[in-house]
Each structure stands twice: as structure tokens, then as C-alpha cells.
């Protein structure tokens, strides 16, 4: 290290702006200007984008001023609101240490996966996609995924399993589960598993019934089985899934709650959101829990290619990393295509190729410093004008009830 390189990575890089924006399809993101340079993190907490973005502005007198080098500043952020058990704190957190962590490695020119140590995956991970929309039919579901198949190398798709339903299934919602499942499980690749979302759709009784009927058609796992009202029941759960993996995780926020879940029993899977956990430092700590519990970690994440490459740039570090989410042509960015022309979720990438997968299956670690990422500021400006119009959809039992979604 020449002492013009030493001397750089040692001075002070004082914070001088955050801004915060939306882009489509319902993302919103953060800036964080520096003397030094500038990058952006994902702050995104679904249908409370104005509510971060108010929160992203209110709060960035904590960080003017102080100096971008010390990554520690959104953990201390954390530790000085009184409320930060909150996603919504937890998130606006979780973006601008993303953004400080993408300054530092472009400023050191390495990847962050060097400063977290170094790979571990050296070949890289794989990544699963989305297919069959929110509730899925059998012929629909099929269709999308071989569409996907045919389009990526993927080695695993995943899907909503059911729709909303009660305590008890009356409205042939198990029914059409297992015929979902069935249409896959011959239609699909001998190299391709599917997994099943749950979503939080389902009461304890439900849930059992659910796992029963997808037994046979052997899921790679069953996401969210219950609410996490009922985390309690998850052990048990667990237990009569006789071996299909239970993942969960997206709907917590602290380490604590992560750990509670692995020690109990619990759980196959950990599926931390590295937004809604605070940040790169949380995610990096429940990764360090599932490796202690000998489980594994597949973070959630239906958000940005930048959440993304923060989760990609953690995980390939993690001996129980295994598989990532990719949102890519999920179900909610059609509209936003329509309106953006382009993919929204690749739009303010120049560097769009370091997200293919190899013939093997696995994206590379990309070479470049930082997230890796080569940010288009041009198209993020255009984006950053084009009003989101993502909404969440309200589910409804026949007996008129509001369900869980």
C-alpha cells in the first residue's frame, strides 16, 4: 500500500447531504453525498414509502457533519432513537449504512465482500424467482415458470402457496394448493425446486393442513407458514412438517428475535429483510446466529437490485448462505414497465450483466468496488419523477372478512 493510498483511506469524509426519493415500481431510495463521493441504499418498508422517506429527512441532522467512514453511525442512530425497534426507523437505517458501505469500498477500491472478510463462496450463490402472481393458478403458474426458466439458469422458483384463508379451510383453498403444486411438480425441470409462501395467510391449524397437502410433491421449503402472531407454534409446526425446511423471518426486525426463533426450534431457515433488520451489520449478525444454530440463511427480498447486492455482498461471506431473492420480474414491476419502457428493476444499472447467472446456476461475485454496482445517476433522476403507483392489494375471505394478505 503506497502512502498517497494510506494516507486517502485515513482522512476524514465528512457526511454533507442525505436526500431521499421514490422510484418505480414502489421503491424509495436514499442519497448520501460526501466530500468524497456519493451512493444511494434502499429504504424501502412496502406501502410506507412516504412515511420513510419523511423519516430519512427528519433524521439526517444525526449524520451531517459526522464521518462517513465510520459505518457504525446507523448502529448508533439505532441506539439513540428511543424507537428504533421499528421497521420504519430500521429501514431509513438500513439505507444509509448501505450507502456509507458502498462509499467506503469504492474509496479502499475493493468489494465489500473483502472487507467482510472474504469470500467464502468463491463461485458465488444462486438466486430464486417469483412466478404465478399473488394468488396463483395451476396452468398460470406452470407457464410463468418455465418462461423463467427458459429465460435464467435459476435452480428454484418460488410462489404464493394459497390463498387468504380462515382457521379452517371451507373454501377449497388446500385444494387448489395441492393442485398448484401438482402442475409444477411434473411440469418443472428435475433440476429446478419450487418453494411455497405461506405468507402469513394461514392459522396454526390451516398451516398443518397446508404442509400435509404439498408433503408429496417434496417443496424446497414452505416460507412463513403462520403470522408471526403464532411464532409460538412454530416448533411444533416444524416438528409434524417431518422434514420439509420452515422458513421465516421477514416480519422481524431485531437479532433477538432471530435468536429466540433458532434456539426454540423453530425454524429450518432464516429469512432476515437486511432493510427492515437496520442494515448490513444486523444481516451479517443473524447470518452468525444461523451458522452457531447449524441452519440456514436465505434473506428476504422483494425489494431493489441495491438491497440486493448489499444481501449478495454479506452472503457470499456466510457458511449458511445458500440461496438468494431476486426480485427481478416479479409480479408487481409489469406496471411499472409499462410506465418506466425498461426493466424497473435493472433501469439505473450500467452494469446490468453482473446479475446474469452462469450456466452452473450461481451469479458471480462481481469484480467491481463497493456493492459492485455502476449507478446510472441520469436514469435514477428520470425515475425519481415517475410517481409510484404501487398499492397493496386487500384480500378478502367469501365471508366478507379481511385477511391477512
Known amino acids: 500500500m503506497n502512502s498517497d493510498f494510506h494516507s486517502d483511506h485515513l482522512h476524514p469524509n465528512p457526511i454533507k447531504a442525505i436526500e431521499a426519493f421514490t422510484i418505480p415500481p414502489r421503491f424509495a431510495l436514499v442519497r448520501v453525498i460526501t466530500e468524497a463521493g456519493e451512493s444511494y441504499g434502499d429504504i424501502t418498508l412496502e406501502s410506507h414509502t412516504e412515511t420513510v422517506i419523511t423519516l ?32 420504519v426507523q430500521r429501514s431509513v437505517a438500513a439505507g444509509i449504512e448501505t450507502a456509507l458501505w458502498d462509499i467506503l469500498g469504492r474509496r479502499l477500491q475493493t468489494p465489500l465482500y473483502q472487507l467482510f472478510g472474504g469470500l467464502l463462496h468463491t463461485k458465488g450463490l444462486p438466486y430464486y424467482r417469483w412466478v404465478g402472481g399473488n394468488v396463483p393458478e395451476p396452468d398460470s403458474a406452470v407457464e410463468q415458470a418455465l418462461k423463467v426458466i427458459e429465460e435464467t439458469n435459476v435452480c428454484a422458483i418460488k410462489l404464493n402457496a394459497c390463498p387468504a384463508m380462515g382457521p379452517i379451510d371451507v373454501h377449497g383453498g388446500i385444494k387448489q394448493a395441492r393442485e398448484v403444486a401438482k402442475a409444477l411438480s411434473e411440469a418443472l425441470p428435475s433440476h429446478v425446486s419450487a418453494a411455497y409462501d405461506g405468507h402469513g395467510r394461514l392459522k396454526p391449524p390451516t398451516a398443518r393442513r397446508l404442509i400435509d397437502a404439498l408433503r408429496p410433491y417434496e417443496p424446497l421449503f414452505i416460507e412463513e407458514p403462520v403470522e408471526p402472531a403464532y ?30 426463533l433458532a ?118 433522476q428520470k425515475g425519481s419523477k415517475v410517481p409510484i403507483s404501487w398499492k397493496r392489494k386487500s384480500h378478502y375471505l367469501k365471508t366478507g372478512l379481511l385477511a391477512r394478505s
Open 231 to 260: 411464532e409460538h407454534e412454530l416448533p411444533a409446526i416444524r416438528q409434524m412438517a417431518g422434514g420439509i425446511p420452515i422458513a421465516t423471518g421477514e416480519r422481524m426486525y431485531c437479532s433477538s428475535d432471530f435468536f429466540r
Open 56 to 87: 430519512a429527512h427528519d433524521i439526517a441532522s444525526f449524520f451531517i457533519g459526522k464521518d462517513a467512514n465510520r459505518i457504525t453511525l446507523a448502529q448508533e442512530f439505532l441506539s439513540h432513537d428511543f424507537y428504533s425497534n421499528s421497521p
Open 263 to 380: 434456539a426454540n426450534k423453530g425454524v429450518d431457515i432464516l429469512q432476515p429483510d437486511m432493510v427492515h433488520v437496520g442494515g448490513i451489520i444486523n444481516l451479517r449478525r443473524i447470518a452468525s446466529i444461523a451458522d452457531a444454530a447449524g441452519i440456514g440463511i436465505a434473506p428476504h427480498c422483494p425489494l431493489s437490485a441495491i438491497a440486493f447486492m448489499g444481501i449478495y455482498q454479506s452472503m457470499v461471506t456466510s457458511r449458511s448462505a445458500f440461496l438468494l431473492e431476486c426480485a427481478d420480474g416479479i409480479h408487481y414491476n409489469d406496471q411499472a414497465a409499462q410506465e418506466l419502457g425498461e426493466n424497473p428493476w435493472l433501469f439505473y444499472i450500467k452494469n446490468k450483466e453482473i446479475f446474469e447467472l452462469g450456466e452452473d446456476g450461481l451469479m458471480a461475485p462481481p469484480p467491481g468496488p463497493g456493492l459492485g454496482i455502476d449507478f446510472d445517476t441520469e436514469a435514477l
